[in-house]
């Protein structure tokens, strides 16, 4: 007869046990290390009696991790291909980026669950997002793993967010398997970006053993990887393999009852609301009744109406669920991510999911422009803020307060970007609001000094355009940490700058290295007030008057200095309609026509060629107001405005220095 034995090793003594044939035994040593002996082999390990924790050896739970474009997503396409799904038929490219926004973007942005069978071991995979102002959905998908895929591209190497979501998983303890992918790429460097990779290992967690971490070479795009870069497989069998090999199986207690974390929601029309997470202990089946632990240890009784697992991207039905597995349940409506579902009689909370604090925020109200509710079908504050909440329970990162005394709501997250694409999907769904400029989160510490968040930045760009990435780095209290020339002609400088310079400087940076310059920031933490600098360098275009630009007023304003309207364009009091050339705003007349006379020499002058105006982008409009200025999202349009639109009130405030709220 065959018995597994799985025992975790917590003190080093003589192990009791001497396999043979009939044995397999399997030893984890801490949570990072893993092996399996062959059977019969003799295993001259020890275990404590205490705390004997069982592992479930047919299920790997395993996040890929790495820095924002390195391939995570087109690998889970070829794991998907290669563990034999999709066998009959062509699949669609990056099928995990299942979001509208995601396809459009070519980017992930929430941590999405998915499952592979494996020579008979389940592996559940969460595919993560690489863009930093999406961190927290790493760390809410770390919470299901028991080891990662840090991926790194094989030319780029070790990125910011590289760095990032390494710490994160190390610091759970995680199994690390090094991937290093794209070496089909011309540049490639595949040896150069390994000890890269090792040095980062080694600065985050100084242990030699780091140094034995599986090393595979891959190229995501074929589906193909290998333990040389010059010498692939033309599979990723050995991917596979390594996954189930090094990574450890999930760990769980025989003596404890039912308890899954919610790591994720879901919805379905038919089943409503959907749990997603990772059975801790014990099993469930349909119809149980179980309880959901809230966040103030409030308890909501449940039956569960059914019960589901992931086959590739999609749910498939089961009757049982057991430890370790991630699973979906259905049968609750009120539960948030972080509860902990569990049986009745011994109701045990789980430690909740803890994501960084928010760094950025921003204020979202009504839309207050004339032209309000032309477009959209959700215009009153309330729905807003109902949306918004909505957004909260299933997006970990973010938090949403309503302002005391006025209808606006205060959305907390982790970046620009982030909050962007709330904006973004809400507008889809036919809401019109307004949102302010984002405004760094200030801390104090115990002494009661003022800090604030510092990104470390890593630009990458032409030699010839390094002075000016440095001037303007330096003009927002930037400091430069090193630069290094390469062998084209380009420059890698990396800074640390407070993430106040980092709004509003993505775009001037496009524009100053021509589209050649890359740049990576990520959160290094929060430090000392760095002091004073301007946060915008122009003024405003403003229009003092509602009406229609005129291609005649707007020639006239063109030496002013960049448009944003066409001829026209509906305008109103108090919408910006170009940024000034100098600091200052300035009041202007889009809608001026020519006078008119009853003599006319010509055509000629009838007609004027303007430059055309390129539309700005959400995220564009929302780094570029001011700070008494606010972004109009419709449906169909982006607009900016005052906060104040009637100009006389504007001036009245402007001489009192008080700047108004939403
Ligand atoms: N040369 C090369 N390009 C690849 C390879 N794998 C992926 N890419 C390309 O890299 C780009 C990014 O791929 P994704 O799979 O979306 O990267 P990701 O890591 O999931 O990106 P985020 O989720 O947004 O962080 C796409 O244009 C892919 O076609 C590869 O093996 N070789
Ligand atoms: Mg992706």
Aim: one cysteine or more; hydrophobic letters at 40%.
């Amino acid at each position: 007869m065959k018995r597994n034995f799985d025992l975790r090793i917590d003190r080093w003594a003589i192990l009791p046990i001497l396999p043979s044939e009939e044995h397999a035994v399997q030893v984890v040593v801490g949570k990072g290390s893993f092996r399996t002996t062959p059977l019969g082999q003799c295993v001259p390990l020890c275990y404590s009696g205490a705390d004997m924790k069982k592992i479930e050896t047919n299920i790997r739970n395993i996040a890929i991790i790495a820095h924002v474009d390195h391939g995570k997503t087109t690998l889970v396409d070829g794991l998907f291909t290669q563990s034999g799904l999709y066998a009959n038929g062509r699949m669609e490219e990056r099928i995990m980026d299942s979001g509208v926004l995601e396809r459009e973007r070519g980017i992930t942005i929430s941590a999405k669950n998915c499952s592979i069978d494996w020579k008979g071991v389940r592996i559940n995979i969460i595919d993560t997002p690489g863009h930093a102002d999406f961190g927290g959905e790493v760390e809410r998908g770390l919470s299901m793993v028991d080891g990662v895929v840090l991926l790194v591209d094989a030319a780029e190497g070790p990125l910011p967010q590289t760095r990032f979501v390494l710490d994160k998983a190390l610091g759970l303890h995680l199994a690390v398997i090094i991937v290093i992918n794209k070496v089909d790429r011309q540049d490639a460097r595949p040896q150069q970006v390994l000890e890269e990779v090792y040095d980062l290992l080694l600065e985050l967690h100084p242990d030699e053993a780091m140094l034995e971490v599986p090393v595979l070479y891959c190229v995501g795009r074929e589906g193909s990887c290998g333990t040389e870069p010059d010498a692939l497989d033309g599979n990723l069998h050995a991917l596979l393999d390594a996954m189930v090999a090094h990574i450890p199986g999930p760990e769980y207690d025989d003596s404890q009852p039912f308890q899954m974390l919610v790591s994720d929601l879901g919805y379905s029309d038919f089943l409503g609301r959907l749990a997603i997470g990772k059975v801790v202990n014990g099993s469930a089946s349909t119809n149980d009744s179980l309880v959901c632990l809230g966040e103030e240890g409030i308890m909501v009784p449940l039956r569960v109406t059914r019960l589901q697992r992931y086959m590739g991207p999609v749910f498939v039905e089961t009757e049982r669920i057991g430890p370790g597995d991630i699973v979906v349940l259905s049968g609750i409506e009120r539960v948030s991510i972080g509860d902990t579902i569990c049986t009745r009689d011994n109701p045990k909370p789980l430690p909740r999911i803890s994501v960084d604090e928010p760094t950025v925020a921003m204020q979202f109200g009504k839309n207050i422009s004339p032209l309000a509710g032309k477009e959209g079908s959700f215009v009153q504050a309330t729905k807003i803020h109902e949306r918004l909440v909505k957004e909260a329970l299933r997006n970990v990162s973010i938090r949403v307060e309503k302002n005391p005394g006025d209808d606006t709501v205060t959305v907390k997250g982790r970046g620009e970007f982030q909050l962007a694409i709330i904006i973004e999907s809400m507008r889809r769904e036919g809401f019109e609001l307004c949102v302010g400029r984002p405004t760094i989160i200030f801390k104090e510490d115990d002494k009661g000094r003022k800090l604030e968040p510092i990104e470390l930045v890593r630009i990458d760009c032409p030699e010839t355009h390094a002075g000016i990435v440095m001037e303007k780095l330096a003009k927002r209290k930037g400091l430069m940490l090193d630069i290094t020339y390469g062998t084209d002609e380009r420059v890698t400088m990396r800074f640390e700058l407070p993430s106040r310079g980092m709004i509003g400087y993505r775009d001037e940076f496009l524009t100053d290295t021509k589209g050649n310059g890359i740049m990576h920031a990520v959160l290094k933490g929060y430090e000392p007030y760095r002091g004073d600098f301007p946060e915008r360098f122009s003024g405003s275009l403003v229009s003092d008057r509602s009406g229609n630009a005129v291609a005649y007023g707007l020639f006239g304003l063109e030496p002013r200095g960049r448009l944003f309207v066409k001829p026209g364009d509906a305008v109103y009091e108090g919408m910006v309609i170009g940024e000034h050339n100098r600091e200052v705003d300035l009041a202007v007349n889009p809608t001026r026509t020519k006078k008119l006379t009853n003599l006319r020499a010509s055509g000629k002058d009838d007609a004027v060629t303007l430059t055309p105006v390129v539309p700005m982008s959400l995220e564009q409009a929302i780094r570029f107001i001011a700070d008494d200025e606010m972004v109009e999202v419709t449906p169909k349009s982006i607009r900016l405005c005052k906060r104040i639109l009637n100009g006389q009130q504007r001036k009245i405030f402007e001489s009192r220095g008080y700047l108004p709220t939403m």
